[in-house]
């Protein structure tokens, strides 16, 4: 069974790209933590999703369930 946590994926407009796992929702914490990186929420386009153990990142089950099969979880 593959275990999947929820994340979000940021993707800035010079298509630089990071993961925050463990995470559903921007929360002030995070958005500090945005900004001491340089990273503007303005600029930056955010998804909401999945990642796995490879931390592969997946915007929805469905497309999570055709890459790994039905035995998945999500935490």
Known sequence: ?????????????????GIVVG???????MLRQFSQRGVSTNETKLIRGFVDAENN???????????????????
């Open 57 to 75: 990142f997946f915007s929805s089950r469905e497309e999570a369930i055709k890459k790994l099969g039905q035995n998945i979880a999500v935490a």
């Open 1 to 17: 069974m593959e275990i999947l946590l929820p994340a979000i994926k940021w993707i800035k407009d010079d298509n630089t790209t």
């Open 23 to 29: 995470k559903r929702y921007f929360d002030e914490n």
